[in-house]
């Protein structure tokens, strides 16, 4: 039984129509088909996989936390400078890295919640990877 890929994330937030918003909207994700669960929730698909699952919670989550074990996960994208110039557009701070060795672009933002995501995209797509704060 070899592994072969991860399937989705799975993050609660006590804010569910802004996560929705949020990965619609930055991300480019769909909301979908989800089953019916007794508890609110929204599933959000990159073409037919659903990646994201948000789960609507009904307490105010703690801040995020240093010791944390999770700390961010990561999507795979292309079009780099089309989805910097998006985030800009969207007043959305973001940093980049090239992973050494790889060459991968990391863009990494934080959801409306605060948490921590990296978008990836191949190393020989081209762009200015100058950090943004959101503000300009």
Same mark, same amino acid.
């Given at each position: 039984m070899p592994i072969q890929k991860l399937d989705h994330v799975n993050v609660r937030t006590t804010d569910l129509d802004t996560m929705i918003g949020f990965c619609e909207r930055i991300l480019g994700l769909k909301k979908g088909r989800r089953p019916g669960f007794d508890f609110p929730g929204a599933w959000m698909y990159a073409g037919d996989q659903a990646i994201v699952h948000l789960v609507g919670a009904s307490e105010k989550l703690a801040e995020y936390r240093p010791d944390q074990q999770l700390e961010h996960y990561a999507l795979? /994208?292309?079009? %780099? /400078?089309?989805?910097l !110039?998006? %985030?800009? !557009?969207?007043?959305v701070a973001y940093y980049c890295r090239v992973l050494p060795d790889f060459g991968i672009r990391q863009v990494n933002i934080f959801d409306p919640d605060g948490n921590h995501l990296h978008i990836d995209f191949p190393a020989d797509e081209e762009a200015d990877l100058s950090d943004y704060d959101g503000a300009s």
């Amino acid at each position: 039984m070899p592994i072969q890929k991860l399937d989705h994330v799975n993050v609660r937030t006590t804010d569910l129509d802004t996560m929705i918003g949020f990965c619609e909207r930055i991300l480019g994700l769909k909301k979908g088909r989800r089953p019916g669960f007794d508890f609110p929730g929204a599933w959000m698909y990159a073409g037919d996989q659903a990646i994201v699952h948000l789960v609507g919670a009904s307490e105010k989550l703690a801040e995020y936390r240093p010791d944390q074990q999770l700390e961010h996960y990561a999507l795979s /994208a292309t079009g %780099l /400078a089309d989805f910097l !110039a998006h %985030l800009r !557009a969207e007043k959305v701070a973001y940093y980049c890295r090239v992973l050494p060795d790889f060459g991968i672009r990391q863009v990494n933002i934080f959801d409306p919640d605060g948490n921590h995501l990296h978008i990836d995209f191949p190393a020989d797509e081209e762009a200015d990877l100058s950090d943004y704060d959101g503000a300009s």
